[in-house]
């Protein structure tokens, strides 16, 4: 028996969002509206999604100590999320700066601060966490060799999930241990070497080649691709009135990470994780928006 139906194991960012009519080209400035602050960042954003979902859920991260640390450990404890594994110190916690057009579509800059300080050794350190934890979630906000550290201090029979965002390529290991690598059209080219034609099914096809166990393409609008050894899927989007984008992949695989963990099969995973991503969408900022399961259900 686990004490936790998911770890989190990534960055906590503040989020300082301004609200623009169009994003600025090269060497143009444009106005924005007032400068809004949230808390954020992707592990920070999984770890209160899957909480707000009713997970019991860790957070092993890095911040400051400094206001936006105080805001994210906050924000993380209001969720339900135990934050015995958020560090704090060692850099200014991170920041992301984010502008979003009236489409909801957004732009992000983010400087990573104390998420970079969040090293292998904290990792080890936090073993017990490791081992108490059903599925542990992961992302690349924070240095790439501490990712590789989780994925060797994994308790057995514990399943890993990865958003390898921002992307890069992936040792062997790392990809051996995802199930599933969780990434968008954009991050499946990076992770596959650039080489990526045809329809998601072959992008899917392409990185269970480089050996994950499963592979989920999201693909916005559409829906989300779901590829195993077992064969494919596609998984139906929700329609909605996109208000802001900004978390909703965090939240979908918050949602995909914790449905794993109580057993479901991938496809019935994603496709509840697709109605978690929708619901997201439909509110302004990551945390803020993200829903409970009673709104997921009334989706």
């Not at 600025?24 to 809004?36: F, H, I, N």
């Not at 100590?65 to 200014?92: F, I, K, N």
């Not at 998420?115 to 108490?132: E, F, I, T």
Request: hydrophobic share 45%; charged share 20%; aromatic share 2%.
């Amino acid at each position: 028996m686990y004490d936790y139906d998911l770890l989190v194991v990534g960055s906590a960012n503040a989020d300082l969002v301004i609200g623009v009519e169009r994003r600025p080209a090269a060497g143009e400035t444009v106005l924005g509206s007032d400068l809004v602050v949230h808390p954020g960042g992707k592990g920070a954003n999984q770890a209160v999604a899957a909480a707000r979902l009713g997970a019991r859920t860790a957070l092993l991260a890095r911040v400051g100590d400094d206001a936006h640390g105080r805001l994210l450990l906050d924000s993380q404890r209001r969720a339900g999320v135990d934050t015995v594994g958020v560090l704090v110190g060692g850099a200014p916690t991170g920041v992301a700066l984010i502008t979003v057009d009236p489409s909801g579509d957004n732009s992000i800059v983010v400087s990573p601060g104390a998420n970079g300080r969040l090293a292998p050794q904290d990792v080890r350190a936090a073993g017990s966490l490791l081992q108490s934890a059903a599925v542990v979630s992961a992302q690349l906000e924070i240095p790439l060799e501490s990712v590789v550290e989780v994925v060797r201090n994994l308790a057995p029979g514990s399943r890993f999930v990865l958003n390898p965002s921002p992307p890069r390529p992936l040792p062997a290991e790392v990809l051996a241990a995802c199930d599933p690598l969780i990434v968008n059209e954009h991050e499946a080219r990076v992770i596959a070497g650039g080489e990526l034609d045809g329809s998601p099914e072959d992008w899917a096809a392409a990185l269970l080649a480089l050996g994950p166990r499963s592979v989920v393409v999201t693909l916005g609008a559409e829906g989300a691709l779901v590829a195993s050894a077992e064969g494919t899927a596609r998984v139906p989007s929700v329609r909605v009135d996109a208000v802001d984008t900004t978390g909703a992949g965090d939240a979908f695989t918050a949602a995909l990470a914790w449905r794993l963990g109580l057993g479901e099969p991938l496809v019935r995973a994603a496709a509840y994780a697709a109605r978690v991503g929708a619901a997201a969408v439909t509110r302004s900022g990551a945390q803020e928006s993200f829903p409970t399961a009673e709104e997921v259900a009334a989706l």
